[in-house]
């Protein structure tokens, strides 16, 4: 499998498969890069064209200041301008799965489809105080730890016990790309996320997928995404935690194909019906 990236233009992302076929654009979540969904753009590639970016400030992409949902999903939708994309599917790991909300929220005519993977409608649904989430993961920067010193006790606390292997390995990889400056930026942003008032705004079919063992985003945040979004499928994967792109790529690449794939044949049926007259 051939992966090309491009760092060129102040955002940089990694691309494989046909640009000529629909495009998928992935964002990962707050401890993570573009390489951390390597597999997942392996297993789907066939089909589709597969985008992942590094979130502004992360890994080679410029940093976006100050960091807000606004501006990501702007900056996301410039990376379509830069690639002639009109609309994409995306799939959105934890903070990824909020900023994928936003930019649904925000560009509604750039989305062809949500996939949120393990995230939320609000930071700190479970009563998680914001300051003392910031000071836990702020803290040791403060003290120039950096994201690639933290990055496989961060890794293994959220993933289900078991994760090991080259998928664990790519996950901390992918973890310690990050620059200490992005992150800090980063945690700062991801307490504002909140959507529960707009979720019914959302006209993109979506795809919801949690890990059956996930404390970080647990099963009930998923359902209620399912409940406020009017056109959503739950899907819980069985055995893992938080990271299920990383901890089970091929189920869930396949719970992605199988839903993309469920779209394109109720679009089949939609046209057959205009044919018909119905």
């Known amino acids: 499998m051939t ?6 233009k102040g955002l940089a992302w990694r691309q494989t498969g046909d640009p000529a076929n629909p495009a998928v654009l992935f964002l990962h979540g707050l401890g993570g890069s573009r390489t951390a969904w390597d597999t997942v753009l392996s297993e789907l590639s066939d089909r589709w064209f597969c985008v992942a970016w590094d979130l502004p400030g992360y890994g080679r992409s410029e940093p976006i200041e100050p960091l807000s949902f606004a501006a990501i999903a702007d900056a996301a939708a410039r990376l379509l301008d830069l690639l002639t994309i009109d609309r994409v599917v995306v799939v959105g790991l934890s903070f990824g799965g909020q900023q994928a909300q936003h930019l649904a929220l925000g560009h509604p005519d750039r989305v062809e489809a949500l996939i949120l993977a393990d995230t939320s409608a ?18 040791p920067l403060d003290r120039g730890v950096t994201p690639a010193m933290m990055a496989e006790a961060v890794i293994d606390a959220i993933t289900a ?17 990050i620059p200490s ?24 079919p979506t795809l919801v997928i949690v890990g059956e063992l996930d404390t970080e985003t647990p099963r009930a945040y998923s359902e209620f ?27 869930f690449a396949a719970a992605v194909r199988d839903f993309l794939q469920s779209l394109d044949g109720s679009a089949d049926a939609r046209r057959r019906d205009q044919w018909n007259g119905r």
């Open 3 to 8: 992966f090309v990236d491009d760092e060129s």
């Open 161 to 177: 016990a078991g994760f090991d292997g080259s998928e664990r390995e790519r996950a901390i990889e992918a973890f310690g790309r």
């Open 122 to 139: 609000v930071f700190g649904a479970d009563g998680t105080d914001v300051e003392e989430w910031k000071r836990l993961r702020l803290d």
């Open 225 to 251: 995404l399912a409940d406020s979004i009017p056109d959503t499928r739950l899907m819980v994967l069985p055995g893992v935690g938080h990271l299920t792109p990383s901890e089970a790529p091929k189920a």
């Open 181 to 204: 400056a992005g992150l800090r930026a980063a945690v700062e942003c991801l307490p504002t996320h909140d959507t529960r008032d707009r979720l019914a705004d959302i006209v993109a």
